[in-house]
């Protein structure tokens, strides 16, 4: 079983990722300026969401006592991995759409 020191520091490093490739994504937008599109926008502020998500899920991890967490993680771990691949693919699409959208 994963302690809840080695989940918190793969989602902190998953999120942190996840900031920098926005942070590369946001800059190609922004140079794109008035012809980026409102898409790639709705996109990106998606994308900021579930970070934003993500960090509140941290900070909750970090409350927990490792009693409670072993308790949570022992019914919510595949809700975790689950919610972890959404973020991955939505990575992906929105890195896609960039890249399709510079081509």
């Known amino acids: 079983m994963a302690t809840k020191q080695e989940v918190q520091a793969e989602l902190e490093k998953k999120l942190d990722a996840g900031e920098s490739q926005l942070d590369k994504l946001k800059a190609k937008l922004a140079e794109a300026g008035d012809e980026a599109s409102d898409e790639m926008k709705d996109a990106v502020a998606a994308a900021e969401r579930g970070i934003e998500k993500g960090r509140i899920k941290l900070e909750e991890l970090a409350?927990?006592?490792?009693?409670?967490?072993?308790?949570?993680?022992?019914?919510?771990?595949?809700?975790?991995?689950?919610?972890?691949?959404?973020?991955?693919?939505?990575?992906?699409?929105?890195?896609?759409?960039?890249?399709?959208f510079f081509a």
């Open 63 to 100: 409350e927990m006592s490792d009693e409670k967490f072993e308790q949570v993680w022992a019914t919510a771990k595949d809700d975790w991995r689950a919610a972890m691949d959404d973020i991955e693919a939505g990575w992906s699409k929105l890195s896609a759409k960039v890249k399709s």
